[in-house]
Every structure is written in C-alpha cells, then in structure tokens.
C-alpha cells in the first residue's frame, strides 16, 4: 500500500486554518481521499491535555524554554500515536499546525536559536516532515477583527497566545514568510484575506498540482 501524503496548515491568529482544513478533508474525500484530519497541540489524550496547559491563562504561565518543550512533547506523541501510523496505512493527514509553527512562535516570536529548535523538532517528530505545507496570510488589522468577532460569537475569551500583543504577532508574520521563502517547493502562501469560499478554491487551485 502506498504511504499517504502528509499536509498541514499554518498562519497566524485569525488567519482561518480550521476552516480550510475542513473544506479541504471534505473535497479530497469527494476525490476518494481517506483523510485524517488532527492538530497541534492535540490529536491524542495527552496532547489535548498539554494543549490545555499551553493556552490556559495560569497563573505559573509557561516560559519560553516551558512552552517549547510541551509544544515538542505533544507532537512527539502525536507522530508516534496517529500521525505516522495513518501514513503507513495509506491515508492522508491534515494537521493544523505543525513543525512551522515551532519556528515561527518559539524561534521568531519568542526568540529561541532556530537551530536548536530544528534539532529539537527533528527528535520529536522522528525526522517527519510535511509532504506540502499551506500557509495563509492575512494583514494584522484582518487577523485582529476575526479574533474580535470569533470571541464575540462564541462568547469566548482569547487564549494565552492570542493575547501576546501587536510586536510578537508581527513577528509571526515576519516569520512564517521567512520560512516560506526558504522552502518555496514545500510551503504555499496562499491570501488569506477573502472568504472562506475564495480562499478554499485559491487553495485547491495551488494543490492540484500536488494531487
């Protein structure tokens, strides 16, 4: 059986991943895809817990060192647990989030050696890496009034890392386009300021190629 395809999403706050990673699941499976759709952190018991902690607004908050290694000890259970096993059994994985967002929030944002972090990841993933890897990108002012209204509709309140200010989410962005232009033949940066119908077919569009 041939190994399945692994893609992930990643973006900013705001930016709209979970909604395109479910537009996605459903139009690969009208193609007769099986997919597997996850997150990160999460995807197992015990990184749903770590997730917990990570974005939880606790008193004893993570430092950045903290942060990194419940951000690595969740993916490493998730490889292990359903990532790498759905790929052996043929399926396609979707993750939001992945190894990108280790770069991008703990090395750009909160200033951690990037080389390290790469070794680091490497050791937590068993060297795993996306197959294709869409990043979508939506202005500041664009990401900050979806929060608002996301916070507003469902009545709840921004998490931990939402709330990190203008400067860290900036550099986010710096970041993540950073890491784009580095591996052009992995990541596509797809606009994500349209509607969810735009910017679904704007990423179809990008992926027939892969398929």
């Not at 490493?76 to 929030?105: C, H, M």
Request: include cysteine.
């Amino acid at each position: 059986m041939a190994r399945g395809r692994f893609i992930t999403f990643e973006g900013g706050e705001g930016c709209g991943k979970s909604t395109q990673v479910r537009r996605l699941s459903a139009a690969l499976e009208r193609e007769g895809i099986e997919v597997l759709v996850t997150r990160e952190p999460g995807g197992t018991w015990l990184s749903e817990e770590i997730r917990r902690l990570i974005k939880d607004q606790l008193a004893d908050a993570p430092c950045a060192r903290s942060e990194l290694l419940l951000f690595l000890a969740a993916r490493a259970q998730l490889v292990r647990k359903v990532i790498e096993p759905a790929l052996v059994a043929g399926r396609w994985v979707i993750s939001d989030r992945f190894s990108d967002s280790t770069f991008a929030y703990q090395g750009y944002g909160r200033g951690l050696p990037l080389d390290f972090l790469r070794m680091a990841n490497d050791f937590a993933c068993d060297g795993l890496r996306p197959d294709l890897t869409i990043l979508l990108d939506v202005p500041p002012g664009t990401a900050s009034a979806r929060l608002r209204h996301r916070e507003a509709s469902r009545h709840q309140v921004a998490d931990r890392i939402e709330r990190a200010g203008e400067d860290f989410h900036a550099r986010l962005r710096r970041g993540f386009a950073e890491l784009a232009k580095a591996e052009p033949d992995r990541i596509i940066t797809i606009d994500a300021s349209g509607t969810p119908r735009e910017v679904g077919e704007a990423i179809w569009k990008s992926l027939r190629r892969f398929l």
